[in-house]
């Protein structure tokens, strides 16, 4: 398998599994992606962490190699079925974190934009290089990295092709978190602790308020929140929080 699935508790732990290749998205290996996430929509897992093997790189990118011999339609339908299975690592129902442990770098930054947190380790280098093809990102950095970091910085990663660090990353909004361990998957599962312990229904509906409202004017965003605070209001743990907090206990969430 290019992409290996463990556990380590509630958090499933993808690791993109291609050293060789900087853990280059071949083809297979983004057939692999898409069924590990799929057997994760199916577990119990609380929290998801991708990294990626060899110490060198967190993934450099969709697999030049590869994208070099296809004709138009080939690479068309080759881009969108990539672009859907990273973008079901958005939807999962559970946050996800990127755990960048060194080159993050075309689709590689690309999945981690995709995922709800980033965690940079010391060296961690993240870019979209595109540009020095002579091609653009196709995997969702032009739509996710400005919505994410503002236009005019997006466009200044985009249109140079230049990378950064993690300290300059995290400046700029790219990462969430600076990592000084030398374990990426302690630092990523210390980093998902802070949001597992809730119920997964009412992360999941925040998640979504938030994403749905992101791209509509504030009046339609604000019913979308009201629609779905008031689906939140109807859960048994929203239920139990309540009386938990009359009660002055703390609350024991089911996921009900
Ligand atoms: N694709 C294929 N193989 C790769 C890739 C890649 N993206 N990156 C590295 N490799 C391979 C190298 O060819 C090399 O293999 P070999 O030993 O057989 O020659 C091995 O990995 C090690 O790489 P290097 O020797 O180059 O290692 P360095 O430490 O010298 O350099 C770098 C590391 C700086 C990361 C360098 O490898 C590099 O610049 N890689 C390419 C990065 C890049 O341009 N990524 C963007 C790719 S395009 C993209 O992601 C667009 C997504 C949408 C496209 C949709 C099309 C259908």
Redesign the pocket.
């Known amino acids: 398998m290019l992409v290996t699935l463990e556990y380590r508790g509630a958090i499933a732990i993808a690791t993109l599994n291609r050293p060789?290749?900087?853990n280059?998205?071949s083809l297979e290996l983004l057939s692999d992606l898409r069924d590990v996430i799929g057997q994760i929509r199916q577990s119990a897992a609380r929290g998801l962490l991708i990294t990626g093997s060899g110490g060198?790189?967190f993934c450099?990118?969709?697999?030049?190699?590869e994208?070099m011999e296809?004709s138009a339609s080939a690479?068309r339908k080759?881009?969108a079925e990539?672009q859907a299975i990273i973008s079901s690592v958005g939807t999962l129902p559970i946050p996800s974190v990127a755990v960048i442990n060194g080159?993050a770098?075309?689709?590689?930054l690309?999945i981690a934009l995709a995922c709800t947190f980033r965690v940079a380790m010391k060296q961690a280098r993240m870019g979209l290089?595109?540009i020095?093809?002579g091609?653009i990102?196709?995997?969702g950095g032009t739509q996710r990295l400005p919505r994410l970091v503002g236009e005019s910085r997006a466009l200044d990663l985009i249109l140079s092709g230049r990378t950064v660090d993690a300290d300059e990353a995290y400046r700029m909004g790219l990462v969430d978190r600076l990592s000084e361990g030398s374990d990426p998957i302690e630092a990523g599962v210390d980093f998902l602790a802070s949001f597992t312990g809730f119920s997964l229904a009412a992360s999941a509906l925040a998640r979504e308020a938030v994403a749905r409202g992101a791209e509509r004017g504030l009046d339609d965003a604000l019913r979308i929140e009201g629609d779905l605070l008031t689906l939140a209001l109807q859960t048994g743990d929203a239920k139990e929080g309540m009386l938990a907090f009359i009660e002055k206990r703390k609350a024991c969430f089911k996921d009900e």
Do not use: H, N, Q, T
């Open positions: 060789e290749a900087l280059a998205l060198k790189a450099a990118g969709a697999d030049i190699k994208m296809r690479s080759a881009i990539a080159f770098f075309g689709g590689g690309e290089p595109e020095k093809l091609l990102p196709g995997y």
